[in-house]
Nanobody, 118 residues
């Protein structure tokens, strides 16, 4: 599965951004898509994920109530709507795909930078 993330940019604290992740290739073999992020000097952390059917979503506590993950299966695209952004949300955001045969996310996009200014 190939993943292409987009939508990052510079935004002021309190603002919003929507990230997109377009999947191609063996998309029929995936059963979960997710977003991760890696801030400056930090390890990569989980942000959110969504099941293939879109029926089950999971969020990190740090983004609950502010971020919303969604999917458009017809377009093989997953979105991350980010509202009420904080400077600590500054990071490179990566989308990832988990295939049915795997226990973890194994396909990764190239990342898109989100910078939140105070």
């Amino acid at each position: 599965v190939q993943l292409q993330a987009s939508g990052g940019g510079l935004v002021q604290a309190g603002g919003s951004l929507r990230l997109s992740c377009a999947a191609s290739g063996r998309t029929f073999s995936t059963n979960r898509m997710g977003w991760f992020r890696q801030g400056p000097g930090k390890v990569r952390e989980f942000v959110s994920s969504i099941s293939g059917s879109g029926g089950k979503t999971i969020y990190a506590d740090s983004v609950k109530g502010r971020f919303t993950i969604s999917s458009d299966n017809a377009k093989n695209t997953v979105y991350l709507q980010m509202n009420s952004l904080k400077p600590e949300d500054t990071a490179v955001y990566y989308c990832a795909a988990k295939e049915i045969r795997d226990s973890d996310f194994t396909s990764w996009g190239q990342g898109t930078l989100v910078t939140v200014s105070s």
